[in-house]
C-alpha cells in the first residue's frame, strides 16, 4: 500500500498523523470518535490547534472559557457548518461529547505565551467562515473557509470541500511545494476524506513535475492522503459525493499555488 494513503483504526482514535510518522515538518492530524458523554484532553507542546467538531455536539472548555453546543451536525454532508474551536500552542482543551462525535483535530507548530499571531483561544462562527463555488461544470464543487489566511493563527490553514458526483476536485491540477512567493508557497497537505454513501472511495494523484513521485490511490470513506509536494488532483465516481477536510501549514501561513501547465488551458476553456 502507497506510504500517503492512510487507513482508519477501529479504534476512539480514528488517525493520529504526526510530523514524524508523515515525515515532514508541520502538520499534525487526529481524528477521534466519541461516544455521549466521553471526556478527551488534549494539548499538544508548541502546536497550535483547530478542534472541527465534523458531525454531533460537544461541549468545549479552554482555561476559563466554556462553550456548549459546539457543532450540531449529523453528518458532514450537512449544508451546515461545523463547530471549530482555535486553541493557541500549548494550552489544553477539555471536550465532553454531548452526543456521538467525529472529532478532527488540526494541528501545527506555534507560539505561545501569545507571541504569535493566533490570539486567544475562541470559537470559529459560521459568518466566519467564507464559503465559495471553485471551478465550473464537472469541475465544480463547494469550498468552506474553516481556518483562512484571513483569519489569526500562526501556521495553521484548514478548509472543508464537498465535490458532487461524477466531478473532479483540486483541479485543474496544482501544488504548493515551492518557497517562492508571491506566486508560490511551500504547505504540507492532508486530505480526510468521507464518501455518501460510504461504500464509495475517490482516485487521488499525487505527483511531481519530475514524477519522482507519481502515486494514484484510492481512496476509501475515512482514509487519509497525505500529500508531501506535487500535484493532487481528485475524482470522484459517479452516484458518490466526496467531503474532504483539508489540513495545510508550512513555513509561511500563506496558500499560494501553481497549476500543472500541462492543463492550465482548461481555465481559458469555454463550456
Request: glycine share 8%; proline share 6%.
Amino acid at each position: 500500500m502507497s506510504r500517503l494513503l492512510i487507513k482508519p483504526a477501529k479504534a476512539q482514535q480514528v488517525h493520529r498523523i504526526t510530523p514524524h510518522s508523515a515525515g515532514w515538518k508541520y502538520v499534525g492530524f487526529e481524528l477521534y470518535d466519541l461516544q455521549t458523554g466521553q471526556h478527551l484532553s488534549l494539548r499538544q507542546a508548541g502546536r497550535e490547534l483547530c478542534l472541527v467538531v465534523l458531525s454531533g455536539t460537544t461541549r468545549v472548555k479552554v482555561g476559563a472559557q466554556l462553550w456548549n453546543g459546539v457543532g450540531g451536525r449529523s453528518s458532514v454532508f450537512d449544508e451546515q457548518a461545523p463547530g471549530v474551536i482555535y486553541v493557541p500552542a500549548g494550552v489544553g482543551a477539555e471536550v465532553l461529547a454531548d452526543t456521538s462525535v467525529e472529532l478532527a483535530v488540526c494541528s501545527a507548530p506555534g507560539q505561545s505565551n501569545g507571541q504569535g499571531n493566533s490570539g486567544q483561544a475562541r470559537i470559529i462562527d459560521d459568518a466566519m467562515m467564507s464559503q465559495e463555488v471553485r471551478g465550473q461544470g464537472s469541475n465544480t464543487r463547494y469550498v468552506r473557509n474553516i481556518l483562512p489566511e484571513d483569519q489569526p493563527a500562526d501556521s495553521l490553514l484548514v478548509v472543508e470541500v464537498i465535490t458532487p458526483s461524477g466531478n473532479w476536485s483540486s483541479y485543474p491540477p496544482h501544488k504548493h511545494d515551492r518557497n517562492a512567493l508571491p506566486e508560490e508557497s511551500k504547505l504540507e497537505e492532508t486530505y480526510y476524506h468521507r464518501l455518501n454513501p460510504p461504500s464509495g472511495y475517490v482516485h487521488q494523484r499525487v505527483y511531481t513535475d519530475n514524477r519522482s513521485l507519481d502515486e494514484t490511490v484510492s481512496a476509501e470513506d475515512r482514509d487519509v492522503v497525505l500529500v508531501p509536494e506535487g500535484y493532487h488532483p481528485v475524482g470522484v465516481p459517479h452516484g458518490y459525493t466526496s467531503y474532504y477536510l483539508n489540513v495545510m501549514a508550512g513555513a509561511v501561513r500563506k496558500w499560494r499555488f501553481a497549476n500543472d501547465p500541462a492543463h492550465e488551458w482548461l481555465l481559458n476553456k469555454a463550456e
